[in-house]
């Protein structure tokens, strides 16, 4: 089994900063993609940003330029650095990783989700 486990979500005002992380333990053999995705209530669950195991990035356009995605394979751990909050980025954060138990087995796992509020 695989838990995916985010920290650092918060209350900030607009402008200011958060860094997400999104730690992965369990029986891992390797990770392949991972990202974070974002909820408001009554809105679908979207993409705020992904990452490759090799590094590769990719961003919702509503943050590009603001947020950036990275990972330390070593710690099998996620970061989202977030800079330029506003209002409209509160929402509910999640993790996600397509993770390998073994060399014939993947599973897709979230986190739990935290809670990023930003004030006016």
């Known amino acids: 089994q695989v838990q995916l486990v985010e920290s650092g979500g918060g209350l900030v005002q607009a402008g200011g900063s958060l860094r997400l992380s999104c730690a992965a333990s369990?029986?891992?053999?390797?990770?392949?993609?991972m990202g974070w995705y974002r909820q408001a209530p009554g809105k679908q669950r979207e993409l705020v940003a992904a990452?490759?195991?090799?590094?590769?990035?990719n961003y919702g356009d509503s943050v590009k330029g603001r947020f950036t995605i990275s990972r330390d394979n070593a710690k099998n751990t996620m970061y989202l650095q977030m800079n330029s909050l506003k209002p409209e980025d509160t929402e509910v954060y999640y993790c996600?990783?397509?993770?390998?138990?073994?060399?014939?087995?993947?599973?897709?796992?979230w986190g739990q989700g935290t809670q990023v509020t930003v004030s006016s």
């Open positions: 369990g029986s891992i053999f390797s990770i392949n993609a």
């Open positions: 996600n990783a397509q993770v390998w138990s073994s060399r014939s087995s993947m599973g897709d796992y």
């Open positions: 990452i490759t195991s090799d590094g590769s990035t």
